[in-house]
């Protein structure tokens, strides 16, 4: 059986807000990009599926090269 990896991003207090939640630069970005060229898919809910996909779809570059191919799983 494989590993089902969370990721969230929150703060000391609590709060997950998506605002500003990821800076694509520096040695965060090399580690996270790192991470997810050796997942075998993303799990999901469908408003963050539908906001990301309508995002990314339409994006090029390394993170595109990434995300985008993934095999996305849909919980609702």
Known sequence: MGRLISTT????DGL???????????????VARAQFAEVAGMVMGRPTYEGL???WTQQTGEWANILNPLPKFVAS
Do not use: L, Q, R, S
């Not at 997950?16 to 090399?30: L, P, Q, S």
């Open 16 to 30: 997950v807000d998506v605002g500003e939640w990821y800076v694509a630069e520096g040695e965060h970005d090399t």
């Open 9 to 12: 991003t929150g703060a000391v």
């Open 53 to 55: 996909m309508a995002f």
